[in-house]
């Protein structure tokens, strides 16, 4: 999952924010959903989120191998994702790797499944970002409205649950039909922020 944690500054930083911690949960959920939908053998999560990094690990590195080999590239999508640097460099990335892929398959399709955190209201899209269709009829007009983040802050627990399951059972049919492969991250050098100056 590709996202942007919610800045916090002096001593809030010693406690994770309300957001971070429901992003947490529905990282921990949606991998749960996923193992459920396929033969994966669960050696290793299913997904990868930067917070499952031990101290002393080399962040970039081990986020470039995750870029490299994750089947679906997964962006959280919130006010703050397309102004941050590390986000934009990660979409350059999983670009990079579709477009190599392309080079060799000529159509494997779109591996990216974008989840809004908040309603479609609250974001403004980068062009980049714009063409990719994040308005699934499966998810329906509460999920774009609200977000997940939206719904399970207003007790939509329900909703919120049947609109995990929908992105996970996406999230596996992108991963099958596109069959991506995995790259050498040496592809990654220089990566750019996608969404600056857009």
């Known amino acids: 999952m590709s996202y942007a944690r919610t800045p916090l500054k002096g001593a809030a930083r010693a406690r994770k924010d309300p957001s971070d911690v429901a992003l947490e949960q529905f990282h921990a959920q949606l991998c749960s959903d996923i193992m459920q939908l396929t033969d994966h053998d669960g050696e290793e999560s299913p997904g990868f989120l930067d917070l499952s ?4 690990d080399d962040w ?3 986020l470039k191998q995750a870029l490299a080999t994750c089947r679906v590239f997964v962006p959280i ?4 994702y ?3 640097e590390w986000c934009g460099r990660e979409w350059d990335a999983f670009a990079r790797r579709q477009e190599e892929q392309l080079r060799t398959r000529p159509y494997t399709g779109n591996a990216i499944v ?4 908040v309603g479609h209201q609250h974001l403004t ?3 980049t970002a714009a063409r ?3 308005a699934h009829p499966d998810l329906g007009k509460d999920y774009l409205q609200s977000g997940l983040y939206g719904l399970k802050q207003a ?10 399951w929908t992105l996970a059972q996406m999230i596996v049919k992108v991963a099958q039909q596109t069959s991506l492969e995995p790259c050498d991250v040496e592809l990654f050098k220089d990566l750019r922020n996608v969404f600056e100056g857009e």
């Open 155 to 164: 007790g939509r627990h329900l909703k919120y649950r049947s609109s995990v």
């Open 125 to 127: 899209l980068p062009p």
């Open 132 to 134: 990719v269709q994040y």
């Open 82 to 84: 397309f102004k941050r």
């Open 77 to 80: 999508y919130n006010s703050r």
């Open 114 to 117: 974008p989840v809004l955190w």
């Open 53 to 56: 990094m031990d101290p002393g």
């Open 60 to 62: 970039e590195s081990r």
